[in-house]
């Protein structure tokens, strides 16, 4: 039933901004959590944020922190991940991930406290 959907990505040049989308279908629970991931090729997958809906507390890589907002409109069953000051260094696909029942806790950033993910979109970030 759970599916997610990214898109927004895009070539922008260092130091600009873009704004990714993930929309939601199928969650019913309270308390889920939606995480935002990266993987550049040769690197491994890398935490971004999350966003729990119980209390709408987020919480940010420190690779990203200052630069990275998400938030989510629950109207319209989308997470947003807000980009700017974006650097070479954030290049990659960047997905999206589900929690259908808890909150991001302190195991946000670990790709197996998610159920569901999306198919990603690509971000390249030209200097």
């Known amino acids: 039933e759970v599916q997610l959907v990214e898109s927004g990505g895009g070539l922008v040049q260092a130091g600009g ?15 889920y959590a939606i995480g935002w ?3 550049a090729p040769g690197k491994e997958h890398e935490g971004v944020s999350c966003i729990s809906k119980s209390d709408g507390s987020t919480i940010y ?17 989308t997470v947003y991940l807000q980009m700017n000051s974006l650097k070479p260094e954030d290049t990659g696909v960047y997905y999206c991930a589900g929690e259908p029942w808890l909150p991001c806790g302190s195991n946000w950033y670990a790709r197996p406290k998610y159920d569901y993910w999306g198919q990603g979109t690509q971000v390249t970030v030209s200097s």
Do not use: E
Not at 17 to 31: H, I, K, M, P, Q
């Open 17 to 31: 901004s873009l704004r990714l989308s993930c929309v939601a279908s199928g969650f019913t629970f309270d308390d």
């Open 37 to 39: 991931f990266r993987q």
């Open 61 to 77: 890589a420190d690779s990203v922190k200052g630069r990275f907002t998400t938030f989510s409109d629950n109207a319209k069953n």
